[in-house]
Structure formats: C-alpha cells, structure tokens
C-alpha cells in the first residue's frame, strides 16, 4: 500500500482514535448492557443541511477543459494476457512480458545536468545510495542527467513541505500529497503552468504521459483555475476492497459466499469470531476511516457528497445511511467482532502482518502493494493463507449493491517555475519514468539491472534478489510519476485474472464523489482539520466515549465550522462547470 502522512491523507491519527483492549472490553460489556445501539440511531432524523451568510466565490479545479490533456492509450506496449475492458480498467499479465522491448528510442531526455526531486516513499528501507547504486546509476545515464531526491521521512513531509512551500528554495520536482492546505496560491505563485505543454492534444509529444487515464488528472485536481499545474501519479480505480482468508472462509462460510444483507453479515461475523483461538471476523477499528466508507457503502451512502438533480449537494454524514452506517457498526462493536487488541496495529499497513497470522478472517485493503503482499506472504504461512475478495452486497436484500471507488490517484507532481527549454526537458524525463509496463525502461526502473537486482526464471519472469528492493524500489520513482497500473504480480499466475475479476464486479455499481477534484477557498484553507474533527466524533461515538445521541451534534458542528461554507462554494463551482 502507497503510504503518505497522516496529514496529508484525511485519516484519523489522534491518539484518542486507538482503543486498548482493556478500554475494548469495558465499552463492549457496558453497551450490552444497554441493548442493541443500531436502533438509537435509526430513530434519528438525517440532518438537513442549511447555507451560511455569505459565499465568496468558488474556484474551480476543474474549470478550462482545455487545460486537462487529452487520453491517448499507448499502442506499442507489450499485448496483456487479459485485455482492458476500458479506460477505467486495468490491463492483465499472468506473466512478465518476454523479451521486454526498449520503448524510448528518441535522444535523451536529459540536457545533461543536475534534476532534484523533493519527495518521501513508502519503502520500508532506504535505498542504495546513488555512487554505489548500479540501478540508479543506469536510470541517470539513460536520462543524460543526475536525478537526486530529497527523500523526507512520511511523518515529517507535511510540515517540511509547507515550509518549502513557504520559501523560495524548490527542487525541480516536488511531490503534493493530499489534503495540502492553500495549496492552490503556491501553485499560481510559484509552480509551472504546464498548460501550453500538455494542455489538449499538446500532450502528443509526450505520449506515456498521454496514456494517463483523464480521472487521474481531474481527480487530483492538477488543473487550477483553468491552467494545468500538476503530473498525477495514477493508481487503481475501484481503490479498497475487503478481503478474506480463503481457507478459513471457504471451509466456515462457504465458498465464493457473498453476504444476503447487513443481518446476514452479522450472522457470518459471529460465526467467524472465536475469541478462544484469539481468532476475530474484522480488523481492529483503530484509525480506520476506510472501514467507516466500507460500511457506508453497503448502506447506499454517498462518497463523500451527493449531488441532487438540482445541483444541490448533501454530505455523506447528513444522510439517514451514514446515520444507519454508525449504528451497525456500533453494533457490530458490542457482538465483540472487531479484534480487540488494537495497541499493537495502529493502522492498515500494519494490520496485513495480523490477516495472514489468521488473528481476524477479514480486512478493507487496498488494491496495489497491500494485496500483493498478501498474495506472497500469506500462502508461506502454516497454515497457508491465501487472500480473496467479498463481493459487495447491500444492507437490505432488496437493494442493489454499491461500492465507494478509489480516488485514482496517488498523489502529484508539481515543477517549480524555470524557462520552456527546463520545463520541456522535466517534462520529458517524466515522459521517460512512465514508461510502458513490460518495457525496458519499466524493468529498470521497478526491478534494477540483471544478476545484481533479478534473474530470470525459466518462463520469462524476473525474480528480484535482496537488492532489487533497495536498488530499484526504494529510490522514488514510481513517485515522479508511473505508467497506468496493471494486474501482475511475478510467481502468482492467478493473480492478474482475480484483480481483474474484482474491478468488473464492482466499477458497473462503483460510486464516486461528485465534487473530487474540485477545490476553494473555504476546502483549501479549513478542509484538512474540519474533516479531522469530524472524523474523530465519528469515532468517539463509534468507540463509546460519545454517546450516540451527540451524532446529531457532531454534524451540526461540522457545518458551522465551514461545512455549510464549502459545501456552497463547491455547488457554485460545480454549476459553473455545467
């Protein structure tokens, strides 16, 4: 899983969001002594929204169509085994691609000078510096220049960004995570205006670029008030997906067994959870707004808003099916399902070491690196742990199932102002780093140089050696920008054909949030700590330090510390775009 600092990702880091599993247990008995909570909040009203006094006028991060580049697929790359079935979908490779051909065959990218890069990565070690990095070394040599990055630590990117971003000393590259505040100012003050170079068909000379799909630009809202600042680093559109341990599933549930309804999941919780062999049905609860927007999902809340026919839009908390979300979870806290020992899995990243250890059957995950390292660590387990996905389902049978996409992207990169000839030159070592899968250039860049970093296995796939990580994967680059994600993973041949069948199960009833990739005033400068206090009500009231009768509170304190502000802001925005 791609990891960015809690600041930079609306996630719950507060340490009042972690539950012991001394302060689990006393919460659990005494709401059972209460009775069942999902009615509390049932019997409640959804909250209606209401406008504040005045509206200062919205900005468009989707305004000036002109300024996005168009989508044009790379034809040229190595043919998938599973094609995909659109835009939106994921091309497969049971294998690596034979003979892996050079896909740049113009003059360097590079002028021959100096490109740092400001940025973090989610590689658990440092990488092999670059005079003793082979990898590195070969990368610089094709580009005709010396790439340096300025790696941060991920728990101190937000504030060493802000500062950077406050001063007048940029890299050339500079990696946005989400959530940056009065990001929109440093980009217009401070930042290339890339329209002229990628805007519309502009992007031709830069043809890995144009292979980019168009909801990872406009999702990352890399166009601001109608000019293009921002390169999108894309991921995987359906986003999270719960997942099972087959084995124990298969053999207690069923399977392939996809839930009735909400009561029918209940019922196969409970059945999951055996406190005795310290075994539970879900992961713990502890910092995990991802599983907030699994549930919602099966209740038909919104992602994020709802966006009327009358232009007019609803927050997800606002609805009577968030409000529904929230009970059942409750519930589901005091059946005792969710693992209780959460002082030792503060968030999802950790929490894969505890599924394939069969310390709970069930987890919300990522698609990408989460599910891949399932894939090889699981199945080495005694017993063998092999991951699966729960196909969505509604909470009342007679509903049709929902499911909250991804964002589509991971985050962005932004260059600092310099003359065209610069600008042209970045721009085409970025080209060269979103090389196509399979291509020359893409084994390089992931896997390093042969012998040192992988051999090759006797049909063709790359096996990477202990300093394919360090040499290859640890230095950033997938972190500039990368080639459109496809399913693959070397040595599990059944891999790509699940991912593939997990995204045409859910991108026909896939939901997004209407107002991604919009920004204003109001959203840029409160909309990282007004969704923080939001998102830790929610989880008092989740984990009993707030009574559910204070969710109705929790809401209108939302709105009136700007909510009502940016949700008129982005109605404004929105019907000028229509």
């Known amino acids: 899983m791609d990891q960015f600092p809690p600041h930079s990702t609306p996630a719950i880091a507060s340490p009042r969001s972690v539950v012991d599993r001394r302060s689990f247990l006393r919460l659990t008995s ?39 580049p168009n989508y044009y697929p790379v034809t040229t790359g190595a043919k998938p085994d599973i094609a995909a079935a659109g835009p939106q979908y994921q091309s497969g490779f049971i294998n690596y691609p034979k003979d892996p051909p050079k896909s740049w065959t113009k003059a360097p990218p590079g002028a021959g000078g100096t490109i740092t890069s400001y940025t973090n990565t989610g590689a658990p070690l440092p990488p092999t510096p670059l005079d003793q990095n082979p990898a590195w070394q070969e990368v610089n040599k094709q580009l005709n220049a010396t790439v340096q990055f300025q790696i941060i630590a991920q728990a101190d990117y937000p504030t060493k960004l802000a500062t950077m971003m406050a001063g007048n000393d940029l890299t050339d590259f500079i990696l946005i995570g989400k959530g940056v505040q009065n990001l929109t100012p440093f980009l217009q003050a401070k930042c290339a205006d890339l329209t002229p170079y990628l805007g519309g068909d502009a992007i031709k000379n830069y043809p890995n670029l144009a292979a980019l799909p168009t909801y990872s630009w406009t999702n990352s809202a890399c166009a601001r008030n109608g000019k293009l600042y921002m390169v999108p680093i894309e991921r995987y559109l359906p ?85 529904d979300t929230i009970g059942y979870m409750r519930d589901l806290i005091v059946a005792g399902v969710f693992y209780p020992d959460a002082s030792g899995i503060p968030n999802a990243t950790v929490a894969r070491d505890s599924f394939i250890a069969t310390k ?100 063709g796939n ?39 069948d997990y995204e045409k199960a859910v991108i026909p009833i896939g ?52 909510g009502n502000q940016i949700r008129q802001e982005l109605q404004q925005v929105i019907a000028s775009n229509a």
């Open 462 to 500: 790359p096996v990477p050696t202990k300093m394919s990580n360090l040499d290859a994967n640890s230095v950033p680059w997938k972190y500039l920008t990368q080639h459109p994600q496809v399913a693959f993973w070397p040595g599990i041949p059944d891999y790509a054909q699940a991912a593939i």
């Open 30 to 68: 005494g709401l059972a002594a209460a009775g069942t909570v999902q009615a509390v909040l049932s019997a409640c009203t959804a909250i209606a929204p209401t406008s504040p006094t005045a509206v200062p006028t919205g900005t468009s991060a989707k305004g000036g169509a002109a300024a996005y």
């Open 511 to 562: 939901v997004q949030d209407p107002a991604i990739g919009l920004s204003t005033p109001t959203l840029d400068k409160q909309g990282v700590p007004l969704l923080q206090t939001l998102q830790d009500g929610l989880f008092d009231l989740l984990t009993g330090r707030r009574p559910l009768s204070d969710y109705d509170q929790i809401v209108k304190d939302w709105q009136n510390g700007g």
């Open 360 to 459: 709970f059957v069930l987890d919300n995950q990522s698609y990408g690196n989460a599910w891949q390292d399932d894939w090889l660590r699981g199945p080495q387990q005694n017993p063998p742990v092999v991951p699966g996905a729960v196909m969505p389902f509604p909470a009342h049978a007679a509903q049709q199932p929902m499911h909250h996409f991804g964002e589509g992207f991971y985050s962005t990169t932004t260059l600092k102002q310099a003359s065209p000839d610069r600008i042209q030159e970045l721009l085409r070592v970025l080209d060269w780093v979103a090389a196509p899968f399979g291509s020359q250039e893409d084994l390089l860049l992931t896997t390093g140089v042969p012998d040192r970093d992988y051999t090759i296995d006797s049909i």
């Open 239 to 323: 986003g999270n997906m719960l997942l099972k341990n087959n084995q124990v599933y298969y053999s207690e549930i069923g399977k392939d067994y996809t839930p009735k309804d909400a009561d029918d999941f209940k019922r196969v919780l409970q059945a999951l959870t055996k406190p005795d062999q310290n075994r539970y049905a879900l992961a713990p609860i502890t910092a995990r707004t991802d599983m907030i927007d699994f549930f919602s999902s099966i209740f038909g809340a919104p992602k994020n808003w709802r966006l009327g026919s009358d232009g007019s839009l609803v927050r997800d908390v606002e609805t009577q099916e968030f409000k």
